[in-house]
Nanobody, 119 residues
Framework: QVQLVESGGGLVQAGESLRLTCAAS????????MAWYRQAPGKQRELVAA???????NYADSVKGRFTISRDYAKNTVYLQMNMLKSEDTAVYYC?????????????WGQGTQVTVSS
């Protein structure tokens, strides 16, 4: 079992920054994929960024150049640094951890943290 606790969300103005943190506990492997997803009202949950074994990252086109995902293997923690925030980034952000090569649906989810960007 994996438990995930997200933090760092809040209300900011467009152009500002936030850093989300997801602390994982339980059966965590260094080979696990760790990722951030988000869900805006009335929309489907979408991948924001993921980091896989070896430190390889991938991002949604909408956040490339603005967001950075990183991982502290010693602390089993994943971060999402969000810069130059836009109103369209407003959503609930969820952390996901799953075995390497498996879909997000087979992983564990955090409770979510709200990010609101005012324009």
């Amino acid at each position: 079992q994996v438990q995930l606790v997200e933090s760092g969300g809040g209300l900011v103005q467009a152009g500002e920054s936030l850093r989300l943190t997801c602390a994982a506990s339980g059966s965590i492997s260094s080979t696990n994929t760790m990722a951030w997803y988000r869900q805006a009202p009335g929309k489907q949950r979408e991948l924001v960024a993921a980091i896989i074994y070896g430190g390889i990252t991938n991002y949604a086109d909408s956040v490339k150049g603005r967001f950075t995902i990183s991982r502290d293997y010693a602390k089993n923690t994943v971060y999402l640094q969000m810069n130059m925030l836009k109103s369209e980034d407003t959503a609930v952000y969820y952390c996901n951890v799953r075995p390497r090569g498996t879909p997000a649906s087979l992983g564990s989810w955090g409770q979510g943290t709200q990010v609101t960007v005012s324009s």
